[in-house]
């Protein structure tokens, strides 16, 4: 089995920061990327940020040059440092996980999620 720890969300005031982290444990074998994506209220999920076992990253153009998501192989953890927050950027936030022995049988873990609010 694979556990998740997310840690980080809560409410913060528009243009406020907050970090979230998210810890992998259990079965886990080759972690190739690590991710974190948002769902709001009435809205699909979608992708905020992703970053690779070699440090390449994404991120969606809504959240580029606002959130940064790096992560620490050595602790199997990814973290996501979002700045200059706005009341859109309210959501479940999930991390997810990566893994597989190859490119073409990884599968992809999904943490439960932590709520963000971003309200005055």
């Known amino acids: 089995q694979v556990q998740f720890v997310e840690s980080g969300g809560g409410l913060v005031q528009p243009g406020g920061s907050l970090r979230l982290s998210c810890a992998v444990s259990?079965?886990?074998?080759?972690?190739?990327?690590m991710g974190w994506y948002r769902q709001a209220p009435g809205k699909q999920r979608e992708l905020v940020a992703r970053?690779?076992?070699?440090?390449?990253?994404n991120y969606s153009d809504s959240v580029k040059g606002r959130f940064t998501i790096s992560r620490d192989n050595a602790k199997n953890t990814v973290y996501l440092q979002m700045n200059s927050l706005q009341p859109e950027d309210t959501a479940v936030y999930s991390c997810n996980s990566d893994m597989g022995p190859t490119l073409a049988t990884m599968t992809r873990y999904w943490g439960q999620g932590t709520q963000v609010t971003v309200s005055s």
């Open positions: 259990g079965s886990i074998f080759n972690i190739y990327a």
């Open positions: 970053i690779t076992n070699v440090g390449r990253t």
